[in-house]
């Protein structure tokens, strides 16, 4: 069963990441808030295809759902400034 903590690894072994929380506790949903600079100027879409990148295969084979928010650094700044 995959943990959490694991997740987090495989994210950013693939992906530089300047804050990353994963979170679930079943093994296999799991919930992610990703900020990266890999992300600028890039739509929420193809930040989600970078971070499913990083995930290889795993996501068809341990990860049965993955739900994530992703930020720039900007975005992030922003967001924890209101």
Not at 5 to 21: G, K, V
Not at 39 to 49: A, I, L, P, S, T
């Amino acid at each position: 069963m995959l943990s959490a903590q694991q997740l987090q690894s495989y994210i950013t072994q693939h992906l530089s990441c300047d804050f990353i929380e994963v979170r679930g506790d079943d093994g296999t949903h799991f919930e992610a808030t990703i900020v990266s600079p890999t992300f600028e100027g890039k739509r929420m879409v193809q930040q989600h295809q970078l971070v499913y990148g990083a995930l290889g295969d795993r996501m068809r084979a341990e990860i049965h759902a993955l739900s994530m928010q992703t930020y720039t650094p900007t975005q992030w700044a922003e967001f924890n400034s209101k």
